[in-house]
């Protein structure tokens, strides 16, 4: 019952733009509770914190790789956090997963991914 998928992912050549969004259903608490985040994942390669965002005061953080270039988002009315990437690079290549978490209640929900290649 409880899920959050993920979209918005496909190829794009280096330099372009993707936004990726996660819709999610059936949590057992109200969205703007939990903190969101996304991450990413590249084949033999560990997961990755990209972005995350706070719940009232949608603070925002960003990995060294990633900031000026992805912008992190949320709209509560629509239970959706949405990733902004632009400027893409090879090796932004991944499999991009969006993560929400109630306080420190172990590792979140998490949704099934969605794969972003860069490539020319």
């Known amino acids: 019952q409880l899920q959050l998928v993920e979209s918005g992912g496909g190829l794009v050549q280096p330099g372009g733009s993707l936004k990726l969004s996660c819709v999610a259903s059936g949590f057992p608490r109200p969205f703007n509770t939990y903190v969101l985040r996304w991450y990413r994942q590249a084949p033999g390669k560990e997961r990755e914190l990209v972005a995350s965002?706070?719940?009232?005061?949608?603070?925002?953080n960003y990995a060294d790789s990633v900031a000026g270039r992805f912008t992190i988002s949320r709209d509560d009315r629509k239970n959706t956090a949405y990733l902004q990437m632009n400027s893409l690079k090879p090796e932004d290549t991944a499999v991009y997963y969006c993560?929400?978490?109630?306080?420190?209640?172990?590792?979140?929900?998490w949704g099934q991914g969605t794969q972003v290649t860069v490539s020319s």
């Open positions: 993560n929400a978490r109630f306080l420190n209640y172990g590792d979140g929900f």
């Open positions: 965002i706070a719940t009232a005061n949608t603070k925002t």
